[in-house]
């Protein structure tokens, strides 16, 4: 199973403080522990929300851009990881071991996976979906 593990913006980073030399290293041990027990499948940090944009919808055609910043940080995403791991729980284990201080937070959300769909996810829409994932895996050198 594959879960997202949602890194919750705060006050420094949204103001784009960058992590120190240690911290830095810190998180480079830890990623490298979930590389080794083959556990990640990707994981990056995001820039401040004054860097993005968020485009909104009015209905399936018409959308709206609002530029950042953004202003409630608790609801900003500031970074993540992807697990794969056999379960919930050992996807929060990963998550308590993440070495942030007072105030980090780690939000742990499963990704949806083919099966979650049912019935509506018909052989057809499945080979189709197979068949984009080929081909993003071949232009990326997957």
Known sequence: MRY???VKASEQS???VLPTEQELAEMGKFNEELVKAG???D???LGPSSAGARVKFSDRRKTTVVDGPFTETKELVAGYWILDVKSRDEA?????RVPF??????????VA??????DNFT????????RMREQIAQQHGG
């Open 39 to 41: 556990v990640m499948l």
């Open 14 to 16: 949204e103001a784009g």
């Open 92 to 96: 929060i284990e990963w998550a308590r």
């Open 4 to 6: 997202m593990l949602i």
């Open 123 to 130: 052989p057809e829409l499945r080979q189709a979906e197979q």
């Open 113 to 118: 996976e083919e099966e979650d769909f049912g």
């Open 101 to 110: 201080g007072p105030g980090g937070e780690i939000e742990v959300r499963k």
């Open 43 to 45: 994981g990056n940090g």
